[in-house]
Every structure is written in structure tokens, then in C-alpha cells.
């Protein structure tokens, strides 16, 4: 699977988006990429995959490029309780390993 | 709607000491069930995974078992624990048959101490 490249950290305020970037230069053409949540002491959450076409559901936005080599995760109206770790995986269908790495930590301040 | 519950949320075990964690899902049938570890300040480590009642693939040799009773039931065991068994364990599960980019979905967790 591709490797992912993320920023260790984010701030963001209260109510404004949260940009979230990932680089996966070195994706190849069948690979999805997903979003995943990790809060303190809970297990990881999903938020959203895609393959090429920007993505929408109830908690967030993905934004893939059209070479596909990077990608954004938008949370639209940030609230104190979206401050966790973000992670960005790329996968092969089928593959049973979500491999996470080290994410981003997104704090939003009030 | 699906869920999936893992028990006992902690744990503190002395060495030599066995394991059980249980793990099981409502409202799908046939999922995929799998057992992740993680260790403190890292990533997710996939130990087992089952795509059906009895059949268990392991990834990564360890003092750790895993087994699939019931459609809906994952178990992890040990027989004697080791220190480096400490950490975070997470049960996953997902669509069984699908176009292969269907997502796991994980559950709270058991954080697992060994004295």
C-alpha cells in the first residue's frame, strides 16, 4: 500500500473548517483512500473513503486530486468535540490491514 | 444499524497469567472480524483476522491466539501472558462480501496492563 504523508499537528477554531492535507504521491490506480478518528482512549473512528470523485457524508468532506496524489479531509463547522487524531490511509481493495501511521493531531480551541 | 462491543474495556493481568478478550457484533451478518494491538505512541498492528466461523489467518507470530465461535463472536486468548502483551487491543469488523473497499469499523478497545 501507498506510504502517507500528514502534518503532526493542526490547530483550528471553533466553527471554522478544518482542512486536514494528506500526500500519497506514490498511489497507484485501485487504491481507495480513507479517513479515520482516533479520540482519546477510544478506538478508531471512520469517517470517509473515496477513490477519485470528491466524497460527502454527514461528518465531513474528502477532496482527492485529480492526480490523485493528495488529498483533504474537510470538517466543515469545527466543534471542541472534532479535536483528535486524524489518520489518512491508502489501501488496495481487499487487503485486510488498515495501516495506520502516526496522523495529525487536530486541537480545535474555542 | 450495526455495533460492535468489546469487553472488558481494562484489564490488568499478572504475567503467566491467561487471556480472554471477547468481542462481538449485532445487525450484519457474516462480517469480516479482525483484532488489532496498539502499542503506546504507535501505530495499529494487525494480529488475526476471520472471514467466517473457524477460519482464522494470523499475521504476525506471538504468544496470542484468536477464535471465531459464532458468526458474530471474536475471541483473543492467551494461555500465559508476557509483559510485551501490554497495550491497546482493538476488534474490527466489516462487510464480509463486498467490492474489497468496504471500511472496518472498530470498537473501544480493551487496554490491557501486564504486572
Known sequence: DAKTTQPPSMDCAEGRAANLPCNHSTISGNEYVYWYRQI???????????????????????????DRKSSTLILPHATLRDTAVYYCIVRVPYNNDMRFGAGTRLTVKP | SQTIHQWPATLVQPVGSPLSLECTVEGTSNPNLYWYRQAAGRGLQLLFYSVGIGQISSEVPQNLSASRPQDRQFILSS???LLSDSGFYLCAWSVGVDRGDQPQHFGDGTRLSIL
Open chain 1, 40 to 66: 482519546h482512549s477510544q478506538g478508531p473512528q471512520y469517517i470517509i473513503h473515496g477513490l477519485k470523485n470528491n466524497e460527502t457524508n454527514e461528518m465531513a468532506s474528502l477532496i482527492i486530486t485529480e
Open chain 2, 79 to 81: 494461555k500465559k501472558l
